[in-house]
Nanobody
Framework: QVQLVESGGGLVQAGGSLRLSCAAS????????MGWYRHTPGKQRELVAQ???????NYADSVKGRFTISRDNAKNTVYLQMNSLKPDDTAVFYC??????????????WGQGTQVTVSS
């Protein structure tokens, strides 16, 4: 089994910053890509940012210039540095990873979610 454990969420004022972390562990052979999604009740789940094991990144238009995704391959960990936060960023953020497991299965795995609340 693969587990993704997230941390770093919290309550911040508009204009503030947070850094989210997501560490993958378990029966991992390789990680092809990791990313962050967010969801607010009543809204669609949104891809925020993703990064491949080669370092290529993609961002939602709404966060470009404010968020930065990075990873530490040795720790199987992905980070999301969030600056200039806005109230509209308020959501539960979910870590996601495309992983090849030790038994050869390729699948997408999800973290438990971490709440980010930005006050106005």
């Amino acid at each position: 089994q693969v587990q993704l454990v997230e941390s770093g969420g919290g309550l911040v004022q508009a204009g503030g910053s947070l850094r989210l972390s997501c560490a993958a562990s378990g029966s991992i052979f390789s990680i092809n890509a990791m990313g962050w999604y967010r969801h607010t009740p009543g809204k669609q789940r949104e891809l925020v940012a993703q990064i491949t094991n080669g370092g290529s990144t993609n961002y939602a238009d709404s966060v470009k210039g404010r968020f930065t995704i990075s990873r530490d391959n040795a720790k199987n960990t992905v980070y999301l540095q969030m600056n200039s936060l806005k109230p509209d960023d308020t959501a539960v953020f979910y870590c996601n990873a495309q992983i090849t497991t030790m038994n050869g299965m390729v699948g997408r795995f999800w973290g438990q979610g971490t709440q980010v609340t930005v006050s106005s």
